[in-house]
């Protein structure tokens, strides 16, 4: 998954104004301890950043 996808997908579940709040302050175990932004940055692959927030956040089947 390209990161330009990632980004839309997070945007369409999440919202514009709240896709990137959620990535810079919710530090999820799942991803080490880490945000959404702090895993991309550890090299992270972002198909499995979003599968993530997907587990987590309880994205309906239809949006992931």
Do not use: I
Request: with cysteine; proline share 2%; net charge negative.
């Amino acid at each position: 998954m390209r990161l330009t996808v990632f980004w839309q997908r997070m945007t369409e579940y999440f919202g514009a104004g709240y896709a990137e709040s959620f990535a810079r302050d919710h530090v999820m175990t799942e991803l080490g301890g880490r945000t959404v932004h702090e895993a991309l940055d550890a090299g992270w692959e972002a198909k499995d950043v979003w599968r993530v927030v997907c587990d987590v956040m309880n994205v309906p089947q239809q949006s992931r």
